[in-house]
Nanobody
Framework: QVQFVESGGGLVQPGGSLRLSCAAS????????MAWYRQAPGNQRELVAV???????NYAAFVKGRFTISRDNAKNMLYLQMNSLKPDESAVYYC?????????WGQGTQVTVSS
């Protein structure tokens, strides 16, 4: 059974940083393209960052230079380091494969950027 468990969210002031973690219970994690997504209230879920098995990364334009996605294949873990956070980046952040497994979304982790 595929399962993603996200953690590390919380309340942070504008300009602050957070590091999100995702424990992925999937076979073949090390060969999977993994990604972080986010969904703000009233908005569609959007792709934030992608990392392929070789650790090459790609980012949405709106986070490039501020966020860093990484993976630990030995631990089946995915990470997202977020710096210089903005209030409009408050959302629930999810991890999943890319393209995502539609029936395997986790609970996500809430990130709130507010003073």
């Amino acid at each position: 059974q595929v399962q993603f468990v996200e953690s590390g969210g919380g309340l942070v002031q504008p300009g602050g940083s957070l590091r999100l973690s995702c424990a992925a219970s999937i076979s073949g994690f090390r060969s999977s393209v993994m990604a972080w997504y986010r969904q703000a209230p009233g908005n569609q879920r959007e792709l934030v960052a992608v990392v392929i098995p070789s650790a090459i990364t790609n980012y949405a334009a709106f986070v490039k230079g501020r966020f860093t996605i990484s993976r630990d294949n030995a631990k089946n873990m995915l990470y997202l380091q977020m710096n210089s956070l903005k209030p409009d980046e408050s959302a629930v952040y999810y991890c999943n494969q890319s393209p995502p497994l539609s029936n395997s979304w986790g609970q996500g982790t809430q990130v709130t950027v507010s003073s």
